[in-house]
Nanobody, 125 residues
Framework: EVQLVESGGGLVQEGGSLRLSCTASGLAFGVYTMAWFRQAPGKEREVISSISWTGGSTKYADSVKGRFTISRDNAKNTLSLQMNSLKPEDTAIYYC??????????????????WGQGTQVTVSS
């Protein structure tokens, strides 16, 4: 059974930092393009960052560029998102997802086939 489990969410003050992790099991993690999505209250889910299967290429949404860093450790089946300079508008449920095999960074949500349950990030002003 494929399982993606996010952790690291919580309540943080504006300007602070959080590090999210996603641990994968039941799939060949190291061959999948991975991504982080988020869904804010009253809004649709959006992709914020993606990373190629090797970790050699990354892509960021403009809203998080320069503040967030995506990374992966294929030996540990782990995807991470370092979030710095957090803003109240970053408040959302954050999801990790597995996309195409052997792919580069991918922002087409329809190509992501496995999803975690999400972890809540709340940024207070």
């Amino acid at each position: 059974e494929v399982q993606l489990v996010e952790s690291g969410g919580g309540l943080v003050q504006e300007g602070g930092s959080l590090r999210l992790s996603c641990t994968a099991s039941g799939l060949a993690f190291g061959v999948y393009t991975m991504a982080w999505f988020r869904q804010a209250p009253g809004k649709e889910r959006e992709v914020i960052s993606s990373i190629s299967w090797t970790g050699g290429s990354t892509k960021y949404a403009d809203s998080v560029k320069g503040r967030f860093t995506i990374s992966r450790d294929n030996a540990k089946n782990t995807l991470s998102l370092q979030m710095n300079s957090l803003k109240p508008e970053d408040t959302a449920i954050y999801y990790c997802a597995a996309g195409p095999r052997y792919g580069g960074p991918e922002f087409r949500s329809t190509l992501f086939r496995y999803w975690g349950q999400g972890t809540q990030v709340t940024v207070s002003s």
